[in-house]
């Protein structure tokens, strides 16, 4: 059984985790919030709407938070919430850096289970700006803290000894290592992203071990 509640943690924990739509070369004071919409290949298709808001300090930081759902009948079953801030560490000419922190909070639903999930995530960021266009590489680490089960009634006739509860997951971190590329016009803009998803001990991958998405952004 305890097998099972790790891979199940595993699964939760391999959500797609993307970098931020945002182009820094086109934040200042007059241009510092921007909304967007994703679709991306994620155990299926998903759908993401976010938002960005950038305080231009001497080490510009941007707050981030978005929400995403797959497609489905139930929508609301599973979702994945995902707020928390990205500094931008340095600036060479046109080559960006900046590393984020979020906090996420998703649910995931089945015939035998309702998991209940807190994690994070930490990510890294290199990038090519330029007002019109962008291209950049990101790593990120996702991790699951803590799950609660609850498992339905027909698994718990199938399987008495299951226990509800909050579980501490021995392993559920997965590392992405991706790519993105950009374009503005005007004040709106297109991204495409991607990577391989690999098990944070890099020896195994979830179960479909890549992601994709392509974004839209507005800004002002």
């Known amino acids: 059984m305890k097998k099972v509640l790790i891979i199940v943690c595993l699964l939760v924990a391999s959500k797609l985790a993307k970098s931020q739509n945002m182009n820094w070369a086109l934040m200042n004071d007059s241009l510092n919030q921007s909304v967007e919409a994703t679709l991306s290949l994620d155990y299926g298709i998903t759908y993401g709407v976010g938002y960005n808001y950038v305080f231009n300090t001497m080490f510009p930081l941007a707050l981030h938070g978005d929400v995403s759902i797959p497609s489905g009948e139930n929508l609301l079953d599973d979702y994945k919430i995902k707020t928390g801030a990205v500094l931008r560490l340095t600036q060479i000419g046109d080559v960006y850096v900046d590393a984020g922190l979020m906090g996420i909070t998703r649910s995931y639903n089945s015939d035998f289970v309702r998991i ?3 994690g994070s995530e930490a990510n890294l960021n290199i990038g090519y700006y330029r007002k019109h266009w962008y ?7 996702d991790k699951a803290i803590v799950s609660n089960f609850k498992h339905t009634d027909d698994y718990k006739n199938n399987y008495p000894e299951v226990v509800d509860g909050w579980y501490e997951p021995e392993s559920g971190g997965n590392i992405k290592f991706g790519g993105k590329v950009g374009g503005n016009f005007g004040k709106n803009g297109i991204v495409l ?11 195994s991958s979830p179960l479909i071990p890549f992601y994709a998405s392509l974004g839209y952004t507005y800004n002002w």
Do not use: H
């Open 116 to 118: 209940f999930n807190f």
């Open 135 to 141: 291209i950049g590489a990101n790593i990120s680490y």
């Open 193 to 203: 992203q991607a990577g391989l998803v690999k098990t944070e001990e890099l020896s």
